[in-house]
């Protein structure tokens, strides 16, 4: 199962997780190992776990500042363990209401040593923080016009939202011009990640909150 999970190409990893690789090694193992098991990832996933799922998820450290990051239903850790990771500098606020992944994610934090992760049990919609959040990332949570209400109280003024996406984001933004309206989101972009660089690309929908 390992040898599936370590499966990757090498230098492209290296690159993107710099000095942290080892770290992202050991968290794609241990997923490989006990992702199907604990309901965190289907078995036809296991393959591409580095390609689609965890440097799909690391093209978004270079995104965020140093701050505080909530991720929303991180679920399997993607994109917040990945991005914890990465970046040792910025702190990580994971926010999840299933038990057994709240479980999976306490103890990668633990074993994996990223003192910079918070774990907890909640819905982002009945999620109360001592102080708002200066981004918040997402993955695979749910549409674009259910997202953007649930998120934006936790945000600060100034503050960014990044979700990933897949191909149809532009049509999720059109879906979503009322929640965009009354969230008072600006500055909204498409970002396209991993050109050239990974086989699969990352989208992410980058607004600020005003
Ligand atoms: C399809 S999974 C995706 C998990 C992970 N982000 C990934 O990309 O593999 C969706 C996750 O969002 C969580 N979720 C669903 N509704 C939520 C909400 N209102 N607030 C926070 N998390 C939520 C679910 O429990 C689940 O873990």
Do not use: Y
């Not at 999970?5 to 690789?21: C, K, N, Q, S, W």
């Not at 500042?65 to 994971?94: E, Q």
């Not at 959040?133 to 960014?160: C, F, H, N, W, Y």
């Not at 050109?195 to 909150?209: H, L, N, S, Y």
Request: hydrophobic letters at 50%; glycine letters at 8%.
């Amino acid at each position: 199962m390992n040898d599936i999970a370590l499966e990757i190409e090498p230098d492209v990893a290296a690159t993107l997780f710099g000095d942290r690789i080892d770290l992202a090694r050991q968290f794609t193992a241990d997923l490989a190992r006990r992702g199907e098991e604990l309901g965190l990832i289907g078995p036809l996933e296991l393959p591409r776990l580095w390609t689609r799922h965890i440097l799909n998820s690391v093209l978004v450290a270079p995104l965020l500042s140093p701050g505080v990051v909530g991720d929303i239903g991180s679920g399997a850790g993607l994109p917040g363990i990945v991005l914890a990771i990465a970046r040792p500098d910025v702190s990580f606020i994971l926010i999840e209401p299933m038990e057994r992944r709240v479980d999976w994610l306490t103890s990668e934090a633990a074993s994996l040593g990223l003192t910079n992760v918070t774990v907890i049990r909640a819905r982002a919609e009945e999620t109360k923080l001592d102080w708002p959040l200066d981004q918040v990332t997402a993955r695979a949570v749910s549409a674009l016009s259910t997202l953007i209400p649930l998120t934006a109280p936790l945000v600060k003024a100034g503050g960014e939202m990044l979700f990933m996406k897949g191909a149809r984001v532009e049509d999720e933004i059109t879906a979503a011009a009322k929640a965009i309206r009354k969230a008072r989101l600006s500055e909204i972009e498409v970002l396209v990640l991993g050109e050239g660089v990974v086989p699969e690309v990352t989208r992410v929908f980058r607004a600020t909150v005003d």
